[in-house]
């Protein structure tokens, strides 16, 4: 396996991460601090690190979370030679779609947001 480095790695992992069924988006955190900066911009949700890769992610409701995650690392780990950590930071509406930005936590599973 070759690893490629730095801006396409990490389009790549998220585009893989995105082709997931069940997977909303990637997701950069409550304050935007998961991400893979880049010359001109950045990947959020993807971090990689020196000794692993960190994918955080929205999760569409109508989908198994742990599955989910499992089937994103196990489509991702043959990209990179280090371990690939999963994170579910949110799970939104099927009808939410991956271009609306999901609401954080208890707020998306409340009747009154329903």
Same mark, same amino acid.
């Given at each position: 396996?070759?690893?490629?480095?730095?801006?396409?790695?990490?389009?790549?992992? %998220?585009?893989?991460?995105?082709?997931?069924?069940?997977?909303?988006?990637? $997701?950069?955190?409550? +304050?935007?601090?998961?991400?893979?900066?880049?010359?001109?911009?950045?990947?959020?949700?993807?971090? /990689? %690190?020196?000794? $692993?890769?960190? /994918?955080?992610?929205?999760? +569409?409701?109508? $989908?198994?979370?742990?599955?989910? %995650?499992?089937?994103?690392?196990?489509?991702?780990?043959?990209?990179?030679?280090?371990?690939? $950590?999963?994170?579910?930071?949110? /799970?939104?509406?099927?009808?939410?779609?991956?271009?609306?930005?999901?609401?954080?936590? %208890?707020?998306?599973?409340?009747?009154?947001?329903?």
């Amino acid at each position: 396996m070759t690893e490629t480095t730095g801006v396409d790695l990490a389009v790549q992992i %998220a585009t893989v991460a995105r082709s997931v069924p069940g997977v909303a988006d990637l $997701h950069g955190g409550v +304050f935007g601090e998961v991400a893979t900066y880049l010359p001109g911009g950045r990947v959020a949700g993807v971090r /990689i %690190a020196e000794g $692993h890769v960190e /994918i955080h992610l929205s999760l +569409f409701w109508d $989908h198994p979370v742990r599955a989910t %995650a499992d089937t994103v690392r196990t489509t991702v780990e043959p990209l990179v030679d280090r371990p690939v $950590h999963v994170t579910v930071q949110d /799970i939104v509406r099927p009808e939410a779609g991956p271009d609306t930005r999901p609401l954080y936590g %208890a707020q998306r599973l409340t009747k009154e947001n329903s």
